[in-house]
C-alpha cells in the first residue's frame, strides 16, 4: 500500500469513528427525548421542551439555564420536569432563556402528599444534594419506598407528580423526631434536555373514584331490580 491510500484509508477510518460517535448521540437524544414525550403523555401534559445550556456549580445555589423563554411561552413559577419526574421551577425568564431551580436547592420546598397514606409534608433541598420530607404528623408511619406526589398546596406545582421514593427513615434516640430521605426521580438524570410544564390535566381524586364506584354499584342494583 502506497503512503497516499495509507493515508488516505486512515482519514476515512477518522471520518467513520466520528460519524459513529454522532451517531450515537443523535439515538440517546432521541431516547431522552421520548422519555420526557411519555412522561408528558402519562400526566397529561403540555409544555415546551429546551436544553440546558448552564449550570450552577455552586452546592448553594443547584440552578441550570434553558434555552427557552418568555417568547416560547415560558413565565415565572412553571415547573420543569426530566424525563422520568419532577426536575425544579422556573425562577427568572427572559425572552429567550429561563433559570430553573431545582427541588434539591436548598432554599427550594415542595408541598407533597404520601400516596399510600396521605400524609402531608414539604421536600425541601439541602447543601449536600439531598432531599428530606418533614412537617410530616410524627403518629403517620413512614416506610422505606413509600411514594411521594405533589400535592399542590400553595400553587407551586401541579398536583400528583411523582416526584420520588422514601430512601430511608431515621428515628432519632430519645424523641419522636425522626429523619425521612428522599430520592428523586429525575435529579440524577442527564440534564440535558427538559419540559417546561405550561399546563396539566387535575388528577381525579380519591373522592372522585369512590362516588364513580358508588354510581357503578347502584346502576348494578337497580339493572338487577
Known amino acids: 500500500v502506497s503512503d497516499s491510500s495509507y493515508t488516505a484509508l486512515v482519514e476515512e477510518n477518522a471520518q467513520l469513528k466520528s460519524q459513529i460517535v454522532q451517531l450515537e448521540e443523535y439515538r440517546q437524544e432521541a431516547t431522552r427525548l421520548q422519555g420526557l414525550l411519555d412522561l408528558a403523555d402519562q400526566y397529561s401534559i403540555e409544555g415546551v421542551t429546551g436544553r440546558v445550556i448552564g449550570q450552577s456549580p455552586d452546592s448553594w445555589d443547584r440552578i441550570?439555564?434553558?434555552?427557552?423563554?418568555?417568547?416560547?411561552?415560558?413565565?415565572?413559577?412553571?415547573?420543569?420536569?426530566?424525563?422520568?419526574?419532577?426536575?425544579?421551577?422556573?425562577?427568572?425568564?427572559?425572552?429567550?432563556?429561563?433559570?430553573?431551580?431545582?427541588?434539591d436547592d436548598p432554599q427550594s420546598g415542595v408541598s407533597v402528599y404520601i400516596q399510600g397514606n396521605r400524609a402531608t409534608g414539604i421536600v425541601k433541598g439541602s447543601v449536600e444534594g439531598l432531599l428530606y420530607l418533614e412537617d410530616v404528623d410524627t403518629s403517620v408511619e413512614v416506610n422505606v419506598g413509600d411514594v411521594v406526589v405533589t400535592s399542590g398546596l400553595g400553587g407551586s406545582y401541579f398536583r400528583g407528580m411523582q416526584l420520588g421514593t422514601v430512601s430511608a427513615v431515621r428515628a432519632s434516640a430519645g424523641t419522636s423526631d425522626r429523619t425521612i430521605v428522599v430520592s428523586p426521580l429525575a435529579v440524577a438524570d442527564p440534564l440535558e434536555e427538559v419540559t417546561i410544564i405550561t399546563d396539566a390535566a387535575e388528577p381525579a381524586t380519591d373522592d372522585a373514584s369512590s362516588d364513580s364506584t358508588t354510581n357503578a354499584d347502584t346502576d348494578t342494583a337497580q339493572s338487577e331490580e
Open 64 to 103: 441550570i439555564t434553558i434555552d427557552v423563554g418568555s417568547n416560547a411561552g415560558v413565565e415565572l413559577g412553571l415547573p420543569v420536569m426530566g424525563s422520568t419526574g419532577l426536575l425544579g421551577q422556573v425562577i427568572e425568564v427572559s425572552p429567550l432563556t429561563c433559570k430553573v431551580r431545582l427541588i
